[in-house]
């Protein structure tokens, strides 16, 4: 063991300074920050209300926005969701078309077997 060098627990004062150091870069507290542990007032419904804002639209402007945000929606919402659509169905009949031939076809042919007819020689 290396005794020419002090250990951090016999070096005086050590986490005090780092202590000093660290509060020189913290940001002061406020006094009445609540902890996890204690309980916070409910927010009354008239604070969690929307403020009405002033628009900076005018009531045309508005309109014409709102119209031709429905007309694109109009383009491109259904070709969009048709695709989506098209994606999925094309999945779901692969997985039922794999289920089908791993599960029920040997279901099937297990339910058939007794009414095979003998095969002639």
């Known amino acids: 063991m290396?005794?020419?060098?002090p250990h951090l627990s016999s070096t005086p004062?050590?986490?005090?300074?780092?202590d000093a150091f660290m509060s020189r870069l913290r940001p002061p507290a406020e006094e009445d920050v609540p902890l996890l542990t204690e309980v916070v007032a409910e927010i009354p419904q008239e604070a969690l209300a929307p403020t009405p804002q002033p628009s900076i639209l005018t009531a045309e402007a508005q309109a014409a926005l709102r119209q031709e945000l429905e007309n694109w929606l109009d383009m491109h919402l259904t070709d969009a969701v048709l695709k989506v659509l098209d994606g999925l169905a094309d999945?779901?009949?692969?997985?039922?078309?794999?289920?089908?031939?791993?599960d029920l076809l040997p279901r099937l042919e297990a339910v058939l077997e007794p009414y095979a007819r003998p095969q002639e020689k």
Not at 2 to 5: C, E, I, L, Y
Not at 91 to 102: K, P, Y
């Open 91 to 102: 999945q779901l009949v692969a997985r039922v078309s794999q289920e089908a031939r791993e």
């Open 13 to 18: 004062g050590v986490v005090q300074s780092a």
């Open 2 to 5: 290396d005794t020419d060098k």
